[in-house]
Antibody
């Protein structure tokens, strides 16, 4: 079964750090670009970061540039998001998603909740 | 404010047809980039509903269809069912921003 499962979310103080992970299974992880998309409570979807299959191309939303770092380990089928200097506005469910042959986000994980609050 | 504009809400009775619009600009939909649609049931992750403007992934009922014209796209749902009650998002690519962009989402209520 093709699957993505996120982990690493939780409650963190403003200014703190968290590292999210996304475990992929059921497909050739190393062949696909991967994305992080977040959804603040009661809000819409927001693209956060993306990484190409070989990590050659990495992009960030302006709102997280300089604070978040995306990475991947193709040998372990893992995607990561290191989040530093967290702010209240980073509070959201974070989804990892695959861009498939259709050029759409065809596989999504169930999400992991990140809450930034003192 | 989202780059792609969707109505905040739409509603319809069971059996009816509803449409959800997605309005963009010359740097995204109008530039020829594909539009994709996602369905998000309450408390769950988004699910791909329509890709490449008007294509359904395997398992998506043919009650769902997509179209695109100029700088806009639409999602149509026919024979509305209670289980269709969800949030729907359009998504495309914006060449000015060089990123994938989402619409603000539309909440469908089945009366």
């Amino acid at each position: 079964e093709v699957q993505l499962v996120e982990s690493g979310g939780g409650l963190v103080n403003p200014g703190g750090s968290l590292r999210l992970s996304c475990a992929a299974s059921g497909f050739t992880f190393s062949s696909y670009s991967m994305y992080w998309v977040r959804q603040a409570p009661g809000k819409g979807l927001e693209w956060v970061s993306s990484i190409s299959s070989t990590s050659s191309y990495i992009h960030y939303a302006d709102s997280v540039t300089g604070r978040f770092t995306i990475s991947r380990d193709n040998a372990k089928n893992l995607l990561h998001l290191q989040m530093n200097s967290l702010r209240a506005e980073d509070t959201a469910v974070y989804y990892c998603a695959r861009v498939g042959p259709t050029v759409a986000f065809d596989i999504w994980g169930p999400g992991t909740m990140v809450t930034v609050s003192s | 404010q989202s780059v792609l504009t969707q109505p905040p809400s739409v509603s319809g009775a069971p059996g009816q047809r509803v449409t959800i619009s997605c309005t963009g600009s010359s740097s995204n939909i109008g530039a020829g980039f594909d539009v994709h649609w996602y369905q998000q049931l309450p408390g769950t992750a988004p699910k791909l509903l329509i890709y490449g403007n008007n294509n359904r992934p395997s398992g998506v009922p043919d009650r769902f269809s997509g179209s695109k014209s100029g700088t806009s796209a639409s999602l149509a749902i026919t024979w509305l069912q209670a289980e269709d009650e969800a949030d729907y998002y359009c998504q495309s690519y914006d060449s000015s921003l060089s990123v994938r962009v989402f619409g603000g989402g539309t909440k469908l209520t089945v009366l």
